[in-house]
């Protein structure tokens, strides 16, 4: 068991080393921290210390550097999550505003993630599975190219290109929105789905001729309503992994793989459990069934119309827990107030 003053000693290793980047000894500790005892007394501590594997030492007669399981003991009794400076939350207020539709406040989300933390931002949509399809349009750019608009209520917007098999008019057009609309407005994305692959001839001899032209409709929103379905996970500062690659003890290709693919982290992500204030992490090792042991992710939920997603951050084990556990749940509280605002995302 560790002591109360162990459990001190190991979180001003871990903020030193975070800090400084060289491994912490005893006479250090008590010169930057008010212990109020001895050199030796606190040797003895991180002694302990390092019979509990928390600490280790990477060189002989180096001070000690804390191990993954040193980090995860360290937030776990993390008193509180350090606030963000009032400069800090202005600035996420400022680069989130008036954002032109998802896809930019996604895109903003991530980018000042990375500029707050140094590291890899990382935010999972919102889901759209459980949405409602609330309005689709076509709009004709030739009489045989249309581009077909699609609306959710969870603030989804699908804009596609549809090249048609025949040439049509402007009535033509307004049959088949009509048809498509009473198929799909209204309904689940997964309702919509099926209906629109079940389509069938139509009972009208006159509508048979618009058939090839509904077809090739009903396929590209079928598509466009299975990309609603899916999960999507938006990234940026992939290139602070190069500047921060001597933090990692081996190669940083795994994260630039996962990075790259994506499914990883978003699997990853999905099964990290969240402490009442909806914050995770997952550190070092805990990570190495994903083929990511040399990282530590740290998010935040938040709200969204389709229930909960993720915003977080990735990078080194090495990282400072506290100011991105806070920036994270700084940035997505923002997020949720935005997603609740009628409009923002349309």
């Not at 975070?18 to 050199?39: D, K, L």
């Not at 500062?237 to 190669?251: I, N």
């Amino acid at each position: 068991m560790v002591t109360e003053r162990g459990l001190e000693v190991l979180r001003a290793i871990v903020q030193d080393y975070v800090a400084t980047h060289e491994p912490v000894g005893s006479r250090s500790i008590v010169e930057r921290h008010a212990f109020g005892v001895s050199a030796a007394t606190i040797r003895n501590d991180m002694a302990q210390l390092e019979d509990e594997e928390l600490i280790a030492a990477p060189h002989t007669s180096s001070g000690r550097v804390p191990t993954d399981k040193g980090y995860r003991v360290f937030v776990n009794h993390l008193a509180q999550v350090r606030p963000l400076s009032t400069g800090q939350r202005n600035a996420i207020e400022a680069f989130l505003a008036d954002p032109a539709d998802l896809d930019d406040l996604m895109a903003r989300t991530v980018r000042v993630l990375t500029q707050l933390t140094g590291q890899v931002a990382l935010a999972q949509y919102p889901s759209f599975a459980r949405a409602s399809i609330t309005h689709i349009e076509l709009v004709a750019l030739t009489p045989n190219r249309m581009l077909v608009i699609l609306v959710t209520d969870a603030g989804g917007v699908s804009q596609r290109i549809a090249p048609l098999p025949i040439e049509l008019d402007e009535a033509d057009a307004a049959v088949l929105r009509a048809r498509l609309a009473s198929l799909i407005t209204g309904r689940a994305v997964s309702d919509a789905t099926d209906r629109i692959l079940s389509l069938g001839e139509p009972e009208q001899p006159g509508a048979r001729r618009l058939q090839p032209a509904l077809l090739a409709l009903a396929a590209v929103i079928s598509e466009e309503l299975a990309e609603f379905r899916q999960e999507k996970l938006v990234m940026a500062g992939a290139a602070t992994l190069a500047r921060r690659e001597q933090d990692f003890r081996g190669s940083i290709h795994p994260l630039l793989e996962a990075i790259e693919e994506q499914v990883t982290l978003l699997r990853l992500m999905s099964e990290m459990v969240t402490d009442e204030h909806g914050l995770a992490t997952s550190i070092g090792l805990e990570n190495a069934s994903f083929g990511l042991g040399e990282a530590s992710i740290v998010t935040s939920d938040y709200a969204a119309p389709g229930g909960t997603a993720r915003v977080g951050v990735m990078g080194p084990t090495r990282m400072d827990y506290p100011s991105n556990l806070a920036a994270a749940r700084a940035v997505a509280r923002y997020l949720s107030r935005m997603l609740e605002e009628d409009g923002t995302t349309r």
